[in-house]
């Protein structure tokens, strides 16, 4: 490693992670080497337990971003040349290596972005799978060949590899947003520029290391983290040489990028945000839903595009699945995430504590009722309760807005007709729960819940070999399965006289 500046991963409690693989880049990365930046200035990372610094990380100037698109350039023909088997049994050795050192990646998730431990190492090794889906799915890329209808030539279709690609990713899975795009991308033979979340961008930092170990070439992946990431990513999008944008993040921020991609019609792939409804009807076994439920919301400290945003129960087992369910939530654990013992780390900074406090707040004013928790602990870290609430009125905006915190509303429903009324009333539509001992009923229903994704009797839809993506204002487009390699091709098509 040739990074300048490096953090060492301490502070590994017993019992809890393995030993630390040593140092981690904080520079950024552009070609063959680690830089320091242009600016030589430096972002803090902080730690939401407790508010502190743990490192700083190198800012990158426009000249940064522009020496990445360089980089990506020149290695770009020379990967796609590189024979799809070749590369995939690079992806495969990147799956190896993070398995090898789940633990201390686990461990370091926990540290930047503060949730439980054992969600952190689910995290690592769900983002691992990426690597080893796509290390499979790479040498699997088909073309088509048909005959012309009118009888005169033949038609051949080949996906070949889009382009230089600029991968942004959110702050609340860094290991596995980042490896559900580098994956099918590197596999599709694209060259690629990362721009991780600025509050969690060690992860990022430390899997770029573990990729360039395993051999990926220089200037196939480089990794930038400008402080304002808005200059520096609107200049990589408006380069002819880049084609293609893949974001996870907000659907505020999508808009405005799929705005600026406007401009140069640049090929997009968006998950955005959700908001999802977690329906639990009569027939339903309780004790099922709500371990579905616990998944749902309470995974990373409900911080996920996927957790469940509201509840919706049938009225004869409303009293019994909110019983349950705020007991099983109000015996997690609330701490430090890398402490082995939580249950539920902080949220990600101090903003996003406030903003769940004014979502119950305001919810409160309008005449909802707490079960349990609502109140912020007085702390240095940016800690939220796992809350429950009942009573929700229809207007609350925290049937609207997304979360993205430990707060589960409870509002009772009647009909089938109703459920799906209320479901389907958003601008979002990523993933839907249900809940139902009558799986007929709940196959019919789930066709008719406008959402990319539906969870039947399951609180969990994530899966490597699934495509992963919203409809409506949740996103275009598909991650994981194969779907995520094809967002990362072209067709050609040729006509042909033989
Ligand atoms: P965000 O939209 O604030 O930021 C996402 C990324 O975009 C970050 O890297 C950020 O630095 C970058 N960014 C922000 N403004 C930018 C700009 N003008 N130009 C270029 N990049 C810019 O989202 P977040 O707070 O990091 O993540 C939470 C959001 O992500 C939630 O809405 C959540 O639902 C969504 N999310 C969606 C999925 C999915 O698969 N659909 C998965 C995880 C998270």
């Known amino acids: ?131 080893r889906w796509y290390a499979e799915e790479a ?147 309780i004790d099922d839903a709500v371990d579905g439920a616990m998944i749902a919301k309470m995974r990373n400290g409900g911080q996920a595009c996927t957790a469940s945003n509201r509840f919706y129960v049938q009225r004869g087992v409303a009293a019994e699945f909110t019983r349950k369910l705020a007991a099983r939530m109000a015996a997690t654990k609330m701490g430090d995430g890398t402490d082995p013992a939580t249950g539920l780390g902080p949220m990600i900074t101090r903003k996003q504590a406030d903003k769940i406090a004014g979502l119950v707040d305001g919810a409160v004013a309008e005449g909802a009722t707490i079960t349990i928790g609502g109140q912020c602990p007085d702390s240095k870290g940016y800690f939220y309760p796992a809350t429950v609430l009942t009573n929700v009125p229809p207007t609350a905006a925290i049937l609207k807005d997304e979360i993205f915190g430990p707060v589960a509303p409870v509002v009772t429903f009647d009909s089938e007709e109703e459920a799906i009324r209320l479901s389907n009333n958003t601008q979002y539509g990523l993933v839907a729960y249900l809940y139902t001992g009558d799986i007929k009923k709940g196959l019919n229903i789930a066709q008719r819940l406008e959402y990319g994704m539906v969870g039947v009797n399951r609180g969990l839809v994530s899966d490597t070999a699934a495509p992963f993506g919203g409809v409506k204002q949740s996103g275009l487009g598909r991650e994981g399965g194969h779907h995520g390699l094809l967002e990362f091709t072209e067709c050609r098509y040729v006509a042909v006289t033989w």
């Not at 000249?63 to 990506?72: F, G, K, N, R, S």
């Not at 799809?84 to 090898?100: H, V, Y």
């Not at 990713?169 to 980042?178: G, I, L, Q, R």
């Not at 770029?208 to 609107?234: K, W």
Request: proline share 9%.
């Open 139 to 285: 040498p699997r890329i088909r073309g088509e060949i048909q005959d012309s209808p009118g009888g005169a030539n033949k038609i051949l279709v080949q996906y070949q590899p889009v382009g230089i690609s600029l991968l942004i990713t959110p702050w609340n899975f860094p290991a596995a947003m980042a490896t559900r795009k580098i994956a099918p991308a590197l596999g599709a033979g694209c060259t690629v520029i990362l721009k991780p979340a600025i509050e969690t961008p060690l992860t990022a930092l430390a899997l770029a290391q573990i990729m360039l170990d395993c051999g990926v070439p220089p200037g196939v992946l480089n990794v930038i983290t400008p402080l304002d990431p808005g200059p520096g990513c609107r200049a990589i999008m408006h380069d002819p040489r880049v084609r293609k944008l893949s974001f996870t993040g907000s659907t505020a921020v999508g808009r405005k990028l799929l705005a600026s991609a406007a401009e140069t019609v640049l090929n997009c792939s968006m998950e955005l945000g959700g908001n999802a409804p977690f329906i639990v009807f009569d027939d339903a076994n």
């Open 1 to 131: 490693m040739n990074s300048a500046n490096i953090y060492t991963l301490t502070g590994l409690k017993p019992g809890g992670a393995a030993p630390p693989p040593g140092a981690i880049p904080t520079d950024l990365l552009i070609g063959e080497s680690w830089r320091e930046g242009s600016s030589r200035r430096r972002i803090p990372v902080h730690n939401p337990a407790n508010g502190e610094v743990i490192t700083t990380i190198a800012d990158a100037t426009l000249e940064d971003c522009m020496a990445a698109v360089d980089a990506a350039e020149k290695a770009a023909p020379g990967w796609a040349a590189t024979p799809a088997r070749q590369r995939a049994e690079i992806l495969r050795k990147c799956f190896d290596a993070m398995i090898a050192g789940a633990d201390w990646l686990a461990h370091l998730i926990s540290l930047e972005m503060g949730k439980a431990l054992a969600d952190s190492k689910s995290e690592v090794l769900y983002a691992a799978e990426f690597f």
